[in-house]
T-cell receptor
Framework: ETGVTQSPTHLIKTRGQQVTLRCSSQ?????VSWYQQALGQGPQFIFQ???????GRGNFPPRFSGLQFPNYSSELNVNALELDDSALYLC???????????????FGQGTRLTVV | GEDVEQSLFLSVREGDSSVINCTYTDSSSTYLYWYKQEPGAGLQLLTYIFSNMDMKQDQRLTVLLNKKDKHLSLRIADTQTGDSAIYFCADGTGRRALTFGSGTRLQVQP
């Protein structure tokens, strides 16, 4: 158990729809990152939030957006869903850190999104 | 850009040692991580090593780092059937994202 919980666990959406995925970070962790893991691949970094501000972004289009709340929970929003967005979406939280430094990242169980 | 490479598959017999290898390209890496993923599950952090270390041991796990060759390995002693999973090497470069390899599927035969 990492203390990082994600909801829902599974989701089926139609192409063109919008989806919101949720993550509850481990207590005391103020940094949250989101990753996309396509079938048979390693996770790919989407973006990171630190103290409610976006703190870095991977190679994903603007229709992928996020929020972090004062209690450090987080949302990933994806607009105009495409078939290729079908993947496991993973949230990872990290403990209090200096901006830009490494530390452990603890992952949730993920949300499996299927776009049909 | 950064790249992390792993072999795709490893098969061992129960009780043997497993060695999973990883190479990375970014010389500014500060931490290197090993994660385990079981079917249908998220990622479990197994261990990590700071880039100024050569070796780290944690119970059955031994991590070796050759910074000159940018090579990382994970040795699992006395491999058990419960160790069957996909193992990911990840590179943390002091920036914000972890860069993952494609994973090595470890199959443990009884």
């Amino acid at each position: 158990e990492t203390g990082v919980t994600q909801s829902p666990t599974h989701l089926i959406k139609t192409r063109g729809q919008q989806v919101t995925l949720r993550c509850s970070s481990q207590s005391g962790h103020n940094t949250v990152s989101w990753y996309q893991q396509a079938l048979g691949q390693g996770p790919q970094f989407i973006f990171q939030y630190y103290r409610e501000e976006e703190n870095g972004r991977g190679n994903f289009p603007p229709r992928f957006s996020g929020l972090q709340f004062p209690n450090y929970s987080s949302e990933l929003n994806v607009n105009a869903l495409e078939l290729d967005d079908s993947a496991l979406y993973l949230c990872a939280s990290s403990p209090t850190r200096k901006r830009g430094s490494d530390t452990e990242a603890f992952f949730g169980q993920g949300t499996r999104l299927t776009v049909v | 850009g950064e790249d992390v490479e792993q072999s795709l598959f490893l098969s061992v017999r129960e009780g043997d040692s497993s060695v999973i290898n990883c190479t990375y390209t970014d010389s500014s890496s500060t931490y290197l991580y090993w994660y385990k993923q079981e079917p249908g599950a998220g990622l479990q952090l197994l261990t990590y090593i700071f880039s100024n270390m050569d070796m780290k041991q944690d119970q059955r796990l031994t991590v070796l780092l050759n910074k000159k060759d940018k090579h990382l390995s994970l040795r699992i002693a006395d491999t058990q059937t419960g160790d069957s999973a996909i193992y990911f090497c990840a590179d943390g470069t002091g920036r914000r994202a972890l860069t993952f390899g494609s994973g090595t599927r470890l199959q443990v035969q009884p």
